[in-house]
Nanobody, 126 residues
């Protein structure tokens, strides 16, 4: 079974930058969206950035202008460049792929994604 694996997590100070990467363990035709979700301590999981097969991107309002999602779809890879990180404890970031929804509003519907990485933590200190 295809698995996703995130890399690049680690501690960073507020205002700093970090790049997360994600790759699939083997080739699989992935549907339209690949995305990143975040779960902060004590909060619900939320979508933060997604990229469509055609390069269309969409971002959560809270990260727009600071985060950039990119992809190498032929290799089933997706990255997330995070700038100006805000203090937020130790959130987990998850790479997701293979959504059953290809509409823009479906980019951040977590239940629609069949593939989830194990997650990587990004502690942001103030």
């Amino acid at each position: 079974q295809v698995q996703l694996l995130e890399s690049g997590g680690g501690s960073v100070q507020a205002g700093g930058s970090l790049r997360l990467s994600c790759a699939a363990s083997e080739y699989k035709h992935i549907t339209y969206w690949m995305a990143w979700f975040r779960q902060a301590p004590g909060k619900q999981r939320e979508g933060v950035a997604a990229v469509g097969r055609d390069g269309t991107t969409t971002y959560a309002h809270a990260v727009k202008g600071r985060f950039t999602v990119s992809q190498h779809r032929a290799r089933n890879k997706v990255s997330l460049l995070m700038n100006d990180l805000k203090p937020a404890g130790t959130p987990w970031f998850y790479c997701v792929a293979d959504s059953g929804l290809d509409c823009k509003t479906g980019a951040f519907v977590g239940a629609a994604y069949a593939l989830w990485g194990p997650g990587t933590q990004v502690p942001v200190s103030s």
